[in-house]
């Protein structure tokens, strides 16, 4: 059974940073493409950002220079680290394993509010 279990969601001021996680299971991981999507109340599913299984990332336009993706093989675990966050950063975050035809986290609450 495959699991995406998504973490490190929260309240953060504006200015501020997190770090979401997520651990996979059920799949041979190194071998996925991961990514991470955001679905603000009353916007589609868009996507933040993705990392290859050779290490190359890919950013939304809006993310660029403050967001960073990373995987760990060993650990299963894809990364996200988001700093100056902003208001319009607020969203329902989504991990992703191969695609829109792969696999989903159930997500993680981010808001950005002082």
């Known amino acids: 059974q495959v699991q995406l279990v998504e973490s490190g969601g929260g309240l953060v001021q504006p200015g501020g940073s997190l770090r979401l996680s997520c651990a996979a299971s059920?799949?041979?991981?190194?071998?996925?493409?991961m990514g991470w999507y955001r679905q603000a109340p009353g916007k589609e599913r868009e996507l933040v950002a993705v990392i290859t299984t050779r290490d190359s990332t890919t950013y939304a336009n809006s993310v660029k220079g403050r967001f960073t993706i990373s995987r760990d093989n060993d650990k299963n675990t894809v990364y996200l680290q988001m700093n100056s966050l902003k208001p319009e950063d607020t969203a329902v975050y989504y991990c992703?394993?191969?695609?829109?035809?792969?696999?989903w986290g159930k997500g993680t609450l981010v808001t950005v509010s002082s």
């Open positions: 059920g799949i041979i991981f190194r071998a996925y493409g």
């Open positions: 992703n394993a191969g695609g829109s035809i792969g696999y």
